[in-house]
């Protein structure tokens, strides 16, 4: 046995010698390991880090987006408004004599109902609320069922 050891090179001492050098080096490997686990990790976190505040700039741009939207989807329905108005005003000889009537929707207290009334620009809004209710079925809209004027709409 010792001469098998002998031949090949394995003494006692240099297995010693072997074990350590090995124990030193997986010592090391997993020092490396460590070090890679911490820097996935924390590359992991940057990159939910990251995903979170596109997320939060994707909501604010699409805020901002529709805001826009909403503003020049506004001023083109005006200047239509206005197309519309000036085209009636020079084709419809009746438009103009009936411009100051304007439209309101009235519903009943339970707004299951509602008037569309035909009313002139000076009217009050009392007129228009006895001619709404002289229009519409008596079912709820006495003063014990709580009804104001606050359940209409102009």
Do not use: W
Not at 7 to 25: A, P, S
Not at 102 to 128: K, T, W, Y
């Amino acid at each position: 046995m010792e001469e098998s050891r002998a031949y090949l090179g394995l003494t006692e001492h240099g297995l010693l010698e072997t074990c350590g050098k090995m124990q030193e080096q997986l010592d090391e490997i997993r020092s490396q390991n460590t070090h890679l686990k911490h820097l996935v990790l924390k590359s992991f976190r940057q990159d939910q880090d990251a995903q979170e505040l596109l997320k939060e700039y994707v909501g604010h741009i699409a805020s901002q987006v529709s805001q826009v939207m909403n503003y020049a989807m506004t001023i083109r329905l005006e200047e239509n408004n206005k197309l519309i108005d000036a085209t009636l005003r020079d084709r419809v000889p009746d438009y103009v004599k009936n411009a100051s009537t304007a439209f309101a929707l009235v519903r009943n207290c339970n707004g299951s109902e509602a008037v569309v009334l035909p009313h002139q620009q000076d009217e009050s809004m009392q007129e228009l609320m006895e001619r709404a209710q002289q229009l519409q079925p008596k079912q709820c809209c006495d003063d014990s069922h709580g009804c104001d004027d606050k359940q209409t709409q102009r």
